[in-house]
């Protein structure tokens, strides 16, 4: 996800879902905040649903929401560095900004074996981009054991 988009989440936004596999942890996008904290529609114009594991969805969540508060209209500098980072430290223990994060999930998703079409739908790009900038890595990573 976008920074602005992680911005412009709201609690209600955070959706558990029962799955006959088990839970289902996923975030719906669909506002942007742009650095003048006005609200946008995302970048590629679409409503999607990112799904992720459980600890990540409760760090991003943990991230967004302090105390029951919600983080909206804060601007880009003030968000990393007082609540982004020190949620994501909290929870993983490495500080890692959100862009990045969204890279890493990219690629975690392709090497899992996800299509770019799908990847390209979960993070708000075009299936050209995402094979253009992941091609290359995947089947390349490897677990760290």
């Known amino acids: ?15 558990k879902v029962s799955t006959p596999d088990g839970p289902s942890f996923l975030i719906s996008v669909n506002k942007n905040l742009n650095a003048n904290g006005l609200q946008l ?27 029951g508060k919600v983080y909206r209209g804060m601007d880009l500098n003030n968000f990393r ?4 980072k020190k949620a994501v430290e909290e929870v993983t223990g490495v500080y890692k900004v959100p862009y990045t994060m969204r890279s890493t999930a990219i690629s975690k998703y392709l090497n899992e074996g ?32």
């Open 81 to 84: 560095s007082r609540h982004w």
């Open 114 to 145: 996800g299509t770019y079409t799908m990847a390209a739908r979960i993070f708000g790009n075009s299936a050209v981009i995402i094979e253009q900038r992941y091609a290359g890595l995947v089947g390349v990573l490897k677990p760290i054991s």
């Open 41 to 67: 529609q995302t970048k590629d114009r679409r409503d999607r649903l990112v799904p992720l594991g459980e600890e990540d969805w409760l760090t991003a969540k943990m991230a967004i929401t302090e105390y």
């Open 1 to 15: 996800m976008r920074q602005g988009e992680w911005r412009a989440l709201k609690r209600t936004d955070f959706k």
